[in-house]
């Protein structure tokens, strides 16, 4: 069965330092891999996602991310943070019709 | 133009009422689906409907029961209202894959809350 570990429950993080979230899955075949936020009360946005090829993917507000299948990671990163990326960052895996599976969530906290 | 809009977006309750909540996309899509959020921000898919045909049922009580009268729309109604029932629940829509590489587009949130 697929599943997903965000292993970093809630992170902290200075305005304009770098960022990066762990995610890792464990699925079968070849993964489909996403990465979506969710700001204080808004629904989730897509940030990336992986389906083949190139294995960095970069994506909206500054973010990518790295698929390593050796590790089973699906790591994102932002080189510098803003107050705005202040968020829940949920990684999910994909299995057939579309039925995500989701992390357990990382909460990112921008401090001055 | 909202993409996934839901109503309402807020919802308290008293244990045992009925309540629904209507979700519509006018993206185009032609699956369409449910999840839950509980208090500790956990995502869970409970069902999904691709062209009206149920296509995921998770293992959700009887007292939820979705309805899609069209593609373009996915409703959740919950009979007998419990006080576990409380979350946030969300609606998303993407295009049919059979290979798990749909991108889905979602809804803003309903928050219930049951006393």
């Known amino acids: 069965a697929q599943s997903v570990t965000q292993p970093d429950i809630h992170i902290t993080v200075s305005e304009g330092a770098s960022l990066e979230l762990r995610c890792n899955y464990s699925?079968?075949?070849?993964?489909?891999l996403f990465w979506y936020v969710q700001s204080p009360g808004q629904g989730l946005q897509l940030l990336l996602k992986?389906?083949?090829?190139?294995?960095l993917v970069q994506g909206i507000k500054g973010f990518e991310a790295e698929f390593k299948r050796s590790q089973s990671s699906f790591n994102l990163r932002k080189p510098s943070v803003h107050w705005s990326d202040a968020a829940e960052y949920f990684c999910?895996?994909?299995?057939?019709?579309?039925?995500?599976?989701f992390g357990a969530g990382t909460q990112v906290v921008v401090t001055p | 133009d909202t993409a996934v809009s839901q109503t309402p977006k807020y919802l308290v309750t008293q244990m045992g009422n009925d309540k629904s909540i209507k979700c519509e996309q006018n993206?185009?899509?032609?699956?369409m689906y449910w999840y839950k959020q509980d208090s500790k921000k956990f995502l869970k898919i409970m069902f999904s409907?691709?062209?009206?045909?149920?296509?995921i049922n998770e293992t959700v009580p009887n007292r939820f029961s979705p309805k899609s009268p069209d593609k373009a729309h996915l409703n959740l109604h919950i009979n007998s209202l419990e006080l576990g029932d409380s979350a946030v629940y969300f609606c998303?829509?993407?295009?049919?894959?059979?290979?798990?590489?749909?991108?889905?587009?979602f809804g803003a949130g309903s928050r219930l809350t049951v006393l």
């Open positions: 998303a829509s993407s295009l049919r894959t059979t290979s798990g590489a749909n991108v889905l587009t």
């Open positions: 699925y079968g075949a070849t993964p489909y």
């Open positions: 992986y389906f083949s090829g190139d294995t």
């Open positions: 999910a895996v994909s299995g057939s019709w579309g039925k995500l599976q």
């Open positions: 993206l185009g899509h032609d699956t």
């Open positions: 409907y691709n062209n009206k045909e149920l296509i």
